[in-house]
């Protein structure tokens, strides 16, 4: 189980088959509300409280998705309060904490250049902001999730894992020990450079 904060209200978490098999949980009764899954759940709620300080705290709402492959993940957002409430002490720390960068990207890694030109041509007609990166021999698509609609986060994800597969590698990382290759519009460039 790997968790990953996006917003000061947002967190991703991702959970591997395997994770899913210890558990007992077949794949599909992942969409059944059954014990399993609800004790699933709260252990996804604890473990996102003790490594990014995420606690729920009124209304929530889920949104969950397969990765054919990989496994599925789950976004949880905290609802926003009723006008009039004031943001606790706690909230604007965390607003301090995080900088927005951590929480507001994701990477995919791609074993051949080949797959990258691939799947920037499958995402051209999205209005993503991205970037290029080369690390451990391998090319690391930024995507800042700010750029990704609502209604086509499956389709983009859907694309991404086609050709490539999820990194936990962050953007800090890649830009520190990794080489740039295009820092900015990186689908719209390779597809102009590389037409299919």
């Given at each position: 189980m790997h968790v990953e904060r996006l917003a000061k209200d947002k967190v991703r978490i991702f959970i591997s088959y395997d994770d899913l098999e210890e558990r007992g949980i077949d794949r599909d009764e992942i969409w059944l509300?059954?014990?399993k899954v609800q004790e699933l759940f709260w252990d996804m709620m604890e473990t996102a409280y003790a490594e990014v300080g995420f606690e729920?705290?009124?209304?929530?709402?889920?949104?969950?998705?397969?990765?054919?492959?990989?496994?599925?993940?789950?976004?949880?957002?905290?609802?926003p309060s009723l006008p009039g409430h004031d943001k606790s002490d706690d909230d604007e720390e965390v607003d301090v904490e995080l900088s927005d960068e951590m929480f507001s990207s994701f990477v995919?890694?791609?074993?051949?250049?080949?797959?990258v030109i691939r799947a920037a041509h499958a995402l051209y007609?999205?209005?993503?902001?991205?970037?290029?990166?080369?690390?451990?021999?391998?090319?690391?698509?930024f995507v800042d999730e700010?750029?990704?609609?609502?209604?086509?986060?499956?389709?983009?994800?859907?694309i991404l894992h086609e050709y490539g597969e999820y990194s936990e590698v962050t953007t800090a990382v890649?830009?520190?020990?990794?080489?740039?290759?295009?820092?900015?519009?990186?689908?719209?460039?390779?597809?102009?450079?590389?037409?299919l």
């Open positions: 509300n059954g014990k729920i705290a009124g209304p929530i709402a889920v949104e969950a998705f397969t990765m054919p492959s990989e496994g599925v993940v789950v976004i949880v957002t905290r609802v995919f890694r791609f074993a051949d250049f080949e797959d007609d999205y209005d993503l902001a991205t970037a290029l990166y080369k690390y451990s021999d391998t090319y690391h698509l700010e750029s990704v609609r609502e209604d086509e986060y499956d389709s983009i994800w859907s890649l830009e520190e020990y990794g080489t740039v290759i295009m820092d900015h519009k990186a689908v719209e460039r390779l597809v102009t450079q590389f037409p």
